[in-house]
DNA sequence: TCTGGGGTCCTAGGACCC
DNA sequence: TCTGGGGTCCTAGGACCC
């Protein structure tokens, strides 16, 4: 075996991180809501206990949560944002060939760590996470990154393994893919497994079996490099360094139900804003942008409308000043009156490096100027907050604004005001 | 009444070119 | 009946991830 990867992942995290500040809630049913309270995505072990499932709307389960008092959440992502910045510290300490591959989960590249003591260095980041950051966690090691994955899955749920499973005898790892459905594979989700079904693949180790020819053809060579992982033949590397986005989304669905155009335009403008945010942030412009504008998908009373404009640039930009108007155009051009509508946002695609956009010859030279005004307003935000600078088609009514009646304070930002005012 | 918000990659097929 | 043979670029759609 050449190589090694350890998969760290925050056991149901953003439960974990309402938790690691309330210890009155250890042991208790707690779940937490996607924007506007819509539905569950994520449980305690007591929720899941419960029958409370992942991605339920929380209408459907409320009457459940409050008979069992299970502790609700509204989803709070800045919190969440600096308790897996807090982990992905200590994990450092571990490896310097770190990727951070979501907001709960990080690989670890172990190449030369062959020699060493896989089980208690494993069982070392296992025990020093929690301890130090009040998140508890489950590590998987094995040759591939997708190996990695199964072991850490098998971690999590055999009370033997106790959070730490370090798969390389290879009778250990078939008798994992044995006990592996093949759907919980990473890279196979619902439709490939319905469809693998069909021929009689139900495991991870049965889709081992499968000849290559079979399996590109049915799942692409995006299917057959997972296969071939789980054989143990390594066909992901780790990405240390984040690739800059090649589209930025921003959208939310509204608090409640819009008609009017004006509100309309105060949400668009201020996800257009929060996206050409994110764009300045990677150091990027965007060629082209795309709005789009949909009525709810669950009201089957009402008419439906679902409509985007997509609008190329003169040139590349990261502006507001260029990005909010062309939003608000492409808006206009296919809002219709006369249905409830639930859901906007913009799409910024043609994305280049921002050092790399040349003017065009015909336009005016407000790009300097731009770029200053838009480093002014980066630097106010980031310090007195979003709002402390915008728009007025953004408006202050906010009638668009999600409902989230169940935020916890924020705890780590509390930290860093009180740090800050000492 | 109430159903999230981001992203990625691959493939097939059409338009167009020589 | 036969109906060239490549290329490239773009887009839509389908699959996946957290």
Redesign the pocket.
């Known amino acids: 075996m050449t190589s090694l990867f350890a998969l760290v992942d925050c056991n149901n995290f953003y439960a974990s991180c309402e938790r690691a500040f309330n210890p009155t809630l250890n042991g208790k049913p707690i779940v937490v809501l996607?924007?506007?309270d819509?539905?569950v995505?994520a449980r305690s072990g007591e929720a899941k206990a419960l029958g409370i499932k992942m991605?339920a709307?929380y209408?459907e389960v409320r009457d459940l949560a409050e008979k069992e008092g299970v502790h609700v959440f509204s989803s709070n992502y800045e919190f969440y944002g600096d308790m897996s910045r807090r982990v992905a510290l200590i994990l450092q300490e571990y490896t310097p060939n770190l990727e951070i591959y979501?907001?709960?989960?990080s690989f670890l590249d172990l190449g030369n760590f062959l020699h060493v003591d896989l089980e208690g260095y494993a069982r070392g980041i296992w025990e020093r996470v929690p301890r130090t950051t009040g998140i508890p966690v489950a590590v998987g090691v094995s040759s591939t990154k997708t190996l990695a994955k199964v072991a850490n899955r098998l971690a999590k749920k055999s009370a033997k393994a106790n959070g730490v499973l370090v798969l390389t005898d290879p009778a250990h790892i078939e008798a994992a893919l044995k006990r592996t459905e093949v759907g919980d594979v990473?890279?196979?989700?619902?439709?490939?497994?319905k469809k693998l079904a069909q021929y009689g693949i139900y495991t991870a180790h049965d889709l081992t079996l499968k000849p290559d020819s079979f399996i590109k053809k049915h799942m692409?060579?995006?299917g057959l490099r997972t296969a071939r992982e789980l054989r143990g033949e390594p066909c992901i590397d780790l990405e240390m360094a984040p690739q800059p986005?090649?589209?930025?989304?921003?959208?939310?669905?509204f608090g409640e139900?819009l008609t009017e155009l004006k509100d309309i335009e105060e949400a668009l403008a201020a996800?257009t804003v929060r996206c050409a945010t994110?764009l300045r942030k990677q150091q990027s412009c965007c060629s082209a942008l795309t709005v789009f504008l949909e009525t709810?998908r669950?009201?089957l009373s009402y008419q439906m409308y679902f409509n985007n404009r997509t609008v190329q640039l003169e040139s590349p930009t990261a502006s507001e000043l260029v990005l909010v108007p062309q939003a608000l155009e492409a808006l206009r051009a296919i809002f219709r009156q006369g249905f409830r509508y639930?859901?906007t946002?913009i799409i910024v695609s043609g994305i280049v490096p921002a050092n790399q956009v040349q003017q065009s010859l015909f336009e005016p030279d407000h790009r300097q100027r731009d770029q200053e005004l838009m480093q002014a307003l980066d630097s106010l935000r980031s310090r007195y907050g979003h709002r402390s600078v915008f728009y007025g088609v953004q408006g202050t009514g906010g009638k668009w604004q999600m409902q989230n009646s169940h935020l916890s304070p924020c705890y780590t930002t509390r930290l860093e005001d009180l740090i800050r005012a000492k």
Do not use: L
């Not at 979501?102 to 989960?105: A, F, N, T």
């Not at 990473?186 to 497994?193: I, L, P, S």
């Not at 986005?245 to 669905?253: G, L, M, V």
């Open positions: 996607s924007n506007n819509g539905c995505i991605g709307p209408f979501s907001i709960d989960e990473w890279g196979v989700g619902r439709r490939y497994a692409t060579i995006v986005k090649q589209n930025i989304c921003t959208s939310r669905s139900t996800h994110k709810s669950f009201a639930k859901k946002g």
